[in-house]
């Protein structure tokens, strides 16, 4: 062997001749190697006055004394230029960029620089470290993420794409201070985005809350100014058709339009400011389907719904379908929420069950669990919304009142009278009557009377009286039938009014 395997240092044969010379050499190629440090790297061309001991490391397409050696260690020693092939795992210290390259066999590369790919790590730490819950840790100031052009062999598009196994997981961005949680954003333990904030990390409140079926964007606590819809009709006890003065309600009966009252009833006023004092259970039953559209969904299955009143005297227990719950007493908008069961499809009870006497005013029940704030829609169309389910055929004029609708004696002993409605029913109505008796002359009290125009009399009657509706009712129309049990006077076929004493009405109902 004439030279040694890794540095190619030559070695003295037996019996050399000139032995120094040999030995100097390699003396010489040890020092150029030994603790390698070259003035630069990728150098084509020689310097023009290199000085003894200069090395480089040289260049692609290298020219004069350097071409042919590119990726070799270039050195001048005694007025020439000697080169050196580099082995896999040589380093050197390049003097011009303050660097350390290494030789992987076929170039020079940065010491310690990203390998072209990395796979499989177990963790990674930028500027901190890494553990077990946090496998990739990085603490910096700035962080770019910039698209791949078209002209770099990208689309010029920067999708950054986030994924979870199951709809209860979480997956979110959780922003911190002194890594106290303070806001959330994604899909946070179900599929729909939402944005969350918190005071202190512990407790949290549900900013927005956009439902991934509908598109449709909820703010659970409310915008200022802008408060949500309240499912329930009448909620300021401020329509009252049936004339009802306050007082005791009896297990199923209607007192303030709407509202009714609930098992073992109850006894409920209300104040001029609003104010409702309530015994015992009170109750109303909200349109499933009809309170689900508007916010977009068939029905109110799973929703999470809120109760809130202002000001209540006293814990306000409630039941809304089959989910119990209390508000607690207090100043201000007191609310609590719920989630129905997700077999709640249909319409639902909102129950008032205080353990003893209870004010409140404003009761408000919406979708979300937060409650937002109070408004009051205008009284007519809350009137209107009321007559959808109880109206009282309108009557004109002073005492007796006059039906607003023309009647005929149809036959010997029916009067009818056709009554289209000015709000359209629910639901095909019951009649509801005061149940007035007849009189012959203009009536009073809780009395009817029938005037015939053509005959210029009021209508006798023989027998008992009976009222109903001639066909079945529709949600629009329907036809009153008075029914004699023996016989009306007045002209066949005559043409009148219908007079009602002060006490005296005709409802219909198409209540839930």
């Not at 692609?60 to 004394?65: L, P, S, V």
């Not at 590119?70 to 960029?97: H, K, N, S, T």
């Not at 015994?279 to 029905?299: K, M």
């Amino acid at each position: 062997m004439s030279s040694t395997p890794h540095l190619a240092l030559p070695l003295i044969a037996a019996a050399q001749a000139q032995k120094h010379v040999t030995h100097n050499e390699a003396i010489a190629s040890l020092d150029a190697l030994v603790q390698l440090a070259v003035k630069e790297q990728n150098r084509t061309a020689p310097p023009a006055a290199p000085e003894e001991g200069d090395r480089f490391l040289v260049g692609e397409n290298a020219t004069g004394a350097f071409a042919s050696h590119e990726g070799q260690i270039a050195l001048f020693d005694l007025g020439i230029w000697r080169f050196f092939a580099p082995r896999p795992g040589w380093r050197a210290y390049v003097e011009a960029e303050d660097l350390v390259v290494v030789f992987n066999g076929d170039e020079w590369k940065t010491f310690g620089s990203i390998p072209d790919e990395i796979q499989n790590l177990e963790r990674l730490g930028l500027g901190t470290s890494a553990d077990g819950l946090n496998r990739l840790s990085a603490k910096l100031n700035a962080a770019l993420f910039a698209a791949l052009t078209v002209e770099e062999g990208g689309t010029g598009d920067l999708r950054f794409v986030l994924n979870k196994g199951t709809e209860a997981s979480v997956l979110s961005q959780l922003y911190q201070r002194g890594f106290s949680a303070r806001a959330e954003t994604g899909l946070i333990g179900n599929d729909d985005f939402s944005i969350r904030v918190s005071p202190d990390g512990s407790l949290w409140r549900d900013a927005l809350v956009i439902d991934r079926r509908t598109g449709i964007a909820s703010f659970p606590s409310g915008l200022t100014n802008a408060p949500r819809a309240n499912l329930l009709i009448n909620a300021a006890f401020s329509v009252n058709q049936r004339r009802f003065a306050g007082g005791a309600l009896g297990e199923g009966v209607y007192g303030f339009d709407r509202w009714k009252g609930g098992p073992g009833g109850c006894t409920v006023t209300r104040a001029t400011d609003g104010t409702i004092t309530l015994t015992g259970s009170i109750e109303q039953v909200i349109d499933g389907a009809q309170a689900a559209a508007e916010f977009g969904a068939a029905n109110l299955a799973g929703a999470t719904l809120t109760l809130s009143v202002e000001n209540p005297s006293g814990p306000l227990p409630f039941l809304i379908g089959s989910k119990a719950a209390t508000i607690p007493a207090g100043s201000g908008r007191q609310a609590t929420s719920v989630t129905l069961d997700g077999g709640e499809t249909g319409n639902i009870t909102l129950r008032l069950q205080p353990g003893g006497a209870c004010s409140f005013k404003h009761v408000k029940l919406e979708v979300g669990a937060q409650a937002t704030p109070w408004s009051a829609p205008p009284l007519d169309i809350e009137e209107y919304r009321c007559r959808r389910t109880y109206q009282r055929l309108a009557t004109t004029g002073g005492a007796p009142g006059i039906l607003g609708y023309v009647a005929q004696r149809v036959g010997m002993n029916i009067i009818d009278a056709v009554c289209t409605l000015p709000v359209p029913m629910r639901a095909d109505p019951t009649l509801l009557t005061s149940g007035f008796a007849w009189l012959n002359a203009p009536p009073s009290g809780n009395q009817v009377g029938f005037f015939s125009n053509s005959s210029a009399v009021w209508a006798a009657l023989s027998g008992s009286l009976t009222v109903t509706t001639a066909t079945p009712a529709s949600a629009s129309c329907v036809v009153l039938r008075f029914r004699a049990g023996t016989s009306f006077t007045a002209a066949a076929g005559g043409v009148g009014n219908l007079h009602l004493g002060s006490d005296a009405f005709i409802a219909l109902e198409a209540e839930l």
